[in-house]
């Protein structure tokens, strides 16, 4: 069974979140026209933006408690944090999300902004703790505790945590998700293009926790981690290539704005898949400059123990060790 902590941080990523979708449509997708400048695109969807301006609250509200107890959190996670935040924003708020409608490539764009950037950015920026003790009290007392200790969140944590899990379905989230027929059907289906959206968040958020857990007692060793993330790649790279190299536009939703930006539909088609491809290479780059630095960190704070521990004995008296 998953320890507290972990369940802890699991609902506490999930309730940022969640009142994404629970405040009503889940993403407001906008209409483009021709006539429309770029830049005056940016949304805002009061079931997006009010949930999310709570959730900056509630953090920077545990940011301050922290600072007043002389345990601030630094500046590094919280900018780290905040640019996280942000990747979400401008996936779902920016002239992205109205785009994303009308070109592939644009569309891949916020998908790697809610399934690999904003995810990852969020866990390393440690934000469980501010955020916890940003909830008043009472929240505290009567939601998170009873989410904790329920048997059904413990094991619904424990199977999408599981190392076989998280990985398998954060890369089917996307392998599905690019299945043509579906694809195009979930574009002109605002409800079916939210689940796209939210299924990618939560896949997202529950593989990058397994790769990124800074943990001592994490669930997968950094080696382990390495294997996980390029085995992920693969799939992520054929699928790409697939997209990029297919000489027949796969995808009949997206009408590239009538060839306003000088795109057709093929070169849409390629960039998408281009984007696809490429990222999955830099995704595990990243990831592997993440998982080297936590490893690196890991065994400086090993070290510093062990040199603590040396400190201590030798201050002792002989007649004591």
Not at 67 to 92: D, E, H, I, M, Y
Not at 182 to 203: E, F, Q, Y
Not at 306 to 318: H, K, N, R, V, Y
């Amino acid at each position: 069974m998953p320890d507290r902590s972990r369940i802890s941080l699991s609902l506490g990523v999930t309730l940022m979140f969640l009142g994404y979708w629970v405040a009503g449509p889940a993403i407001a997708h906008g209409e483009f026209q021709e006539k429309d400048h770029f830049w005056s695109m940016w949304q805002f969807t009061p079931a997006i933006a009010l949930p999310l301006l709570l959730t900056l609250a509630v953090y920077f509200r545990g940011w301050w408690k922290r600072c007043r107890q002389k345990k601030p959190v630094s500046r590094a996670r919280t900018l780290v944090f905040l640019t996280g935040v942000g990747c979400f924003w401008v996936g779902l708020q920016s002239p992205i999300e109205p785009l994303s409608d009308h070109f592939l490539f644009i569309h891949q764009i916020e998908h790697l902004l809610l399934r690999v950037f904003g995810p990852l950015l969020t866990i390393l920026g440690l934000p469980l703790g501010p955020m916890i003790q940003g909830l008043p009290r009472t929240s505290r007392r009567y939601l998170l505790v009873p989410l904790i200790r329920s048997r059904v969140m413990q094991a619904l944590y424990g199977f999408l945590s599981h190392p076989i899990i998280a990985p398998f379905l954060f890369i089917a989230t996307l392998i599905v998700w690019q299945i043509p027929a579906l694809h195009d059907l979930a574009v002109r289906d605002p409800g079916l293009h939210d689940a796209m959206h939210l299924s990618m968040i939560v896949t997202g958020f529950f593989f990058w926790w397994l790769i990124a857990d800074p943990r001592p007692q994490a669930r997968l060793s950094y080696g382990m981690r390495l294997i996980v993330l390029w085995l992920v790649t693969i799939p992520n790279t054929l699928l790409g290539a697939y997209i990029t190299l297919n000489k027949f536009p796969l995808y009949q939703v997206y009408d590239v704005l009538e060839g306003s930006w000088h795109i057709d539909r093929l070169m849409d088609q390629q960039l998408g898949g281009i984007l696809i491809w490429g990222p999955g290479a830099m995704m595990g780059v990243v990831g592997t400059a993440v998982i080297f630095l936590l490893w690196l960190h890991q065994e400086e704070r090993n070290h510093a123990s062990l040199e603590s521990m040396a400190s201590d004995s030798g201050s002792l008296p002989t007649g004591t060790r």
